[in-house]
Nanobody
Framework: QVQLVDSGGGLVQAGGSLRLACAAS??????CAWFRQAPGKEREFVAT????????YYADSVKGRFTISRDNAKNTVYLQMNGLKPEDTAVYYC???????????????????WGQGTQVTVSS
């Protein structure tokens, strides 16, 4: 059974840091990504990385502040978030894609499996 389990969210002050984790099980993938959804807004792309841990790609809004990485031994993808801003407040979702043909997949429909989400709240 394929499963993605998100964790690591919480409440942090502006300028602070959090590290999210996504533990994957059940099969291998080609891409793993993070998306987020703020209240009243559509889910948006944050970052993606290959299953082997290469070719990270970021949304402009988080570039230079967030880092996506993968631990092959633990089958876990991380999102290190530094310099957090109130506008980063959202539920963050991990996603995984099976097919590797599409470079830097960034759309919701590009991903086959999703985690349950973890809440990140940044206070001003």
């Amino acid at each position: 059974q394929v499963q993605l389990v998100d964790s690591g969210g919480g409440l942090v002050q502006a300028g602070g840091s959090l590290r999210l984790a996504c533990a994957a099980s059940g099969r291998t993938f080609n891409w793993c990504a993070w998306f987020r959804q703020a209240p009243g807004k559509e889910r948006e792309f944050v970052a993606t990385i290959t299953w082997s841990g290469t070719s990270p790609y970021y949304a402009d809004s988080v570039k230079g502040r967030f880092t996506i990485s993968r631990d092959n031994a633990k089958n876990t993808v991380y999102l290190q978030m530094n310099g957090l801003k109130p506008e980063d407040t959202a539920v963050y979702y991990c996603a995984a894609r099976i097919n590797g043909a599409l470079p830097y997949p960034r759309r919701i429909i590009d991903y086959n499996y999703w985690g349950q989400g973890t809440q990140v709240t940044v206070s001003s």
